[in-house]
């Protein structure tokens, strides 16, 4: 481990984890198991960031609005695998042993019930906890958010006499969350764009991308973000 202070930890990262498809085509593993090898990296992610007391927060991009388009066949394999690690995480020490907050973030209307049940069961019972923070982007997309963002003003929610810039934090899905903009945001599977993946509260994250497809990521990967980011030098503009 490094000596205390030598090394600048971010305190919120976030992730695309890409590249379970190719994962497929590559190793000759059926969807079911290739997705299932990605949802299980989230969690020994979650594990490595955990041992690093300064991660407060992790973000995960899981599933885009856009793949929603995807196959009937793929996404009710999605939905499948999602249903049976909600059902699992119910009851996870590493969420319960560490007081990991879970929240979801993104249109619940686009997904299934028996999914939804299981999601609202898991804010339920972690909605006291506060040492670390899990939120995971289901049924989400950035400019759709933006969107439900401005019927909440136009509705009243959010007052429009005193919109600012930190007001509208308030009424985007993350309101609630500490610290909502990710100190940076990591891609794995070498494609390089954010698409469409928390566009307000990422304005000056740091980006990494990997060329390791994300079942293939490991400790080591999280411990080179780490490193990656105390090198860079953050001004926001300044």
Same mark, same amino acid.
């Given at each position: 481990?490094?000596? #205390?202070?030598?090394?600048?930890?971010?305190?919120?990262?976030?992730?695309?984890?890409?590249?379970?498809?190719?994962?497929?085509?590559?190793?000759?593993?059926?969807?079911?198991?290739?997705?299932?090898?990605?949802?299980?990296?989230?969690?020994?992610?979650?594990?490595?960031?955990?041992?690093?007391?300064?991660?407060?927060?992790?973000?995960?991009?899981?599933?885009?609005?856009?793949?929603?388009?995807?196959?009937?066949?793929?996404?009710?394999?999605?939905?499948?695998?999602?249903? *049976?690690?909600?059902?699992? $995480?119910?009851?996870?020490? /590493?969420?319960?042993?560490?007081?990991?907050?879970?929240?979801?973030?993104?249109?619940?209307?686009?997904?299934?019930?028996?999914?939804?049940?299981?999601?609202?069961?898991? *804010?339920?019972?972690?909605?006291?906890?506060?040492?670390?923070?899990?939120?995971?982007?289901?049924?989400?997309?950035?400019?759709?958010?933006?969107?439900?963002?401005?019927?909440?003003? &136009?509705?009243?929610?959010?007052?429009?006499?005193?919109? #600012?810039?930190?007001?509208?934090?308030?009424?985007?899905?993350?309101?609630?969350?500490?610290?909502?903009?990710?100190?940076?945001?990591?891609? $794995?599977?070498?494609?390089?764009?954010?698409?469409?993946?928390? /566009?307000?509260?990422?304005?000056?994250?740091? /980006?990494?991308?990997?060329?390791? &497809?994300?079942?293939?990521?490991?400790?080591?990967?999280?411990?080179?973000?780490?490193?990656?980011?105390?090198?860079?030098?953050?001004?926001?503009?300044?």
């Amino acid at each position: 481990m490094w000596a #205390s202070g030598s090394v600048k930890i971010p305190t919120h990262i976030a992730v695309i984890p890409d590249g379970n498809r190719r994962y497929a085509k590559k190793t000759g593993l059926d969807f079911y198991h290739a997705y299932k090898k990605g949802v299980e990296k989230v969690r020994s992610f979650l594990t490595w960031a955990l041992e690093f007391r300064n991660i407060k927060n992790v973000t995960f991009f899981a599933l885009s609005t856009e793949n929603l388009k995807r196959s009937k066949i793929e996404l009710e394999i999605l939905f499948r695998i999602f249903e *049976e690690e909600l059902r699992r $995480t119910l009851e996870d020490p /590493l969420i319960h042993d560490n007081k990991v907050r879970v929240r979801f973030i993104g249109d619940r209307s686009l997904l299934p019930g028996r999914v939804v049940k299981y999601i609202d069961e898991l *804010e339920s019972v972690t909605k006291n906890y506060s040492n670390y923070h899990l939120t995971i982007a289901l049924g989400y997309g950035g400019r759709a958010e933006i969107v439900r963002c401005i019927k909440r003003v &136009l509705s009243g929610e959010v007052r429009l006499e005193t919109f #600012s810039e930190e007001e509208l934090f308030q009424c985007l899905d993350t309101r609630g969350i500490p610290n909502p903009e990710p100190d940076v945001v990591v891609r $794995t599977g070498g494609e390089k764009r954010l698409s469409n993946f928390l /566009l307000y509260q990422t304005a000056y994250s740091e /980006l990494i991308f990997l060329d390791k &497809l994300w079942p293939e990521v490991e400790r080591e990967d999280l411990v080179y973000i780490i490193e990656e980011y105390s090198r860079r030098q953050r001004r926001f503009g300044r």
